[in-house]
Structure formats: structure tokens, C-alpha cells
């Protein structure tokens, strides 16, 4: 879905639905290629119902199908304008950094903070030529605090699977209250974000009681249960989707 977010009508109908689809195409290949990268990287310490490596062990020629994840991803986005070209690039270097070398996911911090390079990206492969979507920049600053909290809820509930991976997380770093203080503080940081929307003032309370005080809360009081944890991600990331949608059409 990431890839919408570039949608411009006023270039044209039929040139911004085909930049939008050669965006989905190339976050597709982009997103199976990091994925693919982190798994075979994880599959020391996943369990097995978690990475379908974590058994077996890599599959023969699981570089071979990085490589070409990598390449269709590039060659989707030839014909793209620069930044969507670029935004490409980047997302594909920071999956190869974050998973394998120098492994910026081990770090506190580093790790957490690099799935912005990981995922923001993808907001513009999308992008037609001359197009600037309206309101681009603010929907991109709200997805990336609403991913920096998801990702503490996630390395809360695989603290267990990091520990063993030797991977030190910013959650294993500040512990679940300083955890659920940044969460919280991404929360207010995404209503400053947005608060150019229409009709701010409408969806100021509901966000600000889910992102500012619900999710930080359930990480400082549930953040040592992997289960609940589990759930709380699930659960953000189902509201972080409605969340996204709205405001994609409130910045409009």
C-alpha cells in the first residue's frame, strides 16, 4: 500500500495509475528481497514457526533470488523519475545493512532507527513523472512515527529470539518504561506531524488516546509478555493502516 501514497491525479489519471502500479511492483521486489535477507540472516535464532529457514536452513540459491529480487526491483523502477529511482536504491541498501553487513539491526538504536531507510522509501517508488503529491511529506513524518512505535512492540515481543541472535535492541537497551516513554513521545511527535490535516482537531483525541497513551502503556505494563506483545503489534499495525488512510485523505 505504500507506494498510493504518491498518487497525484493532476498529472493525469492513467499516468499516475501506472506509476502507482510500477510502485507496487517495485516495493514488492523490494520488500521479498529484505525479507528473504533477514530471514536466511535469522534462521540461527527464529523459531521455526516464525522463519520457515529456521529448521531447514537456507535454501540453495537464496542469494540467487535475492539478487534477482534486487535487479527486478531496479529495472521496474529504470524509467521512474529520480526519486523514485533513488528512494529504490536507498531501500535496497538499507535491507542489505540492516540484515547482513554491518548488521545495523544488532545495535540499540542503530537498528531501530534504520527501519526508516527500510520502509519510508517505498512512499515514493510510486511517484509519476512531474507529479508532487500534496501533503506527501506530512503523511511520510506520521508513517514513520507510527513505524518506530510498532518496531519497539516488536522487539518487545522477540526479545527472547534477539537475545539469542546476539541482536541488542533499543527496547534490551532502555528496558520497557523508557521504551513506552519514546513510543509515547512518537505519538505526540505524529500529531505534530499531521496537525495541518482537515479537520485536525476531529481526530487529534482519538489518536492521541491510541498512539499517545494506549500502545505506550500496553509496552510499559505488558512489554515482558512476548504473547501480549504479539497482539499489541497486530493490533497497531491494523490501526496504523486506518490510521494511514485517513489521514492520506485529510492531508489532501
Keep these: 500500500m505504500l507506494p498510493l501514497a504518491g498518487f497525484d491525479a493532476r498529472v493525469g489519471t492513467l499516468p499516475a495509475a501506472a506509476a502507482a502500479a510500477r510502485g507496487v511492483v517495485v516495493a514488492s521486489a523490494v520488500l521479498a528481497f529484505g525479507y528473504l535477507l533477514n530471514a536466511v540472516a535469522d534462521r540461527g535464532s527464529d523459531r521455526p514457526g516464525k522463519n520457515p529457514f529456521a529448521a531447514a536452513g537456507a535454501p540453495r540459491g537464496a542469494g540467487a533470488v535475492a539478487a534477482g529480487l534486487a535487479a527486478a526491483a531496479l529495472v521496474a523502477s529504470a524509467w521512474a523519475p529520480p526519486v523514485a529511482r533513488a528512494a529504490t536504491a536507498v531501500s535496497l541498501a538499507s535491507g542489505v545493512v540492516y540484515s547482513v553487513g554491518p548488521r545495523l539491526k544488532r545495535y540499540p538504536l542503530l537498528g531501530t532507527l ?15 513523472a512531474g507529479a508532487q503529491p500534496p501533503g506527501l511529506r506530512a503523511v511520510a513524518a506520521g508513517f514513520v512515527c507510527l513505524l518506530l512505535q510498532n ?11 534477539d537475545r539469542a541472535g546476539h ?24 500529531l505534530a506531524a499531521v496537525r495541518t490535516a482537515r479537520a485536525f482537531g476531529a481526530v487529534a483525541g482519538p489518536l492521541a488516546l491510541a498512539y499517545v497513551v494506549a500502545f505506550p502503556l500496553a509496552l ?5 509478555d512476548a504473547a501480549a506483545m504479539n497482539r499489541a503489534r497486530a493490533a497497531h499495525r491494523a490501526c496504523s493502516v486506518l490510521t494511514g488512510g485517513l489521514l492520506f485523505a485529510l492531508l489532501r
Design 151 to 161: 518496531q519497539l512492540l516488536h522487539e518487545a515481543a522477540d526479545r527472547q529470539e
Design 220 to 224: 510499559a505494563l505488558r512489554g515482558a
Design 114 to 128: 534504520a527501519n526508516v531507510t527500510n520502509f519510508a522509501p517505498l512512499l515514493w517508488v510510486g511517484v509519476a
Design 167 to 190: 541482536v541488542r535492541t533499543t527496547v534490551l537497551l532502555l528496558g520497557e518504561g523508557r521504551s513506552a516513554l519514546v513510543a509515547s513521545l512518537l505519538g505526540a511527535a505524529l
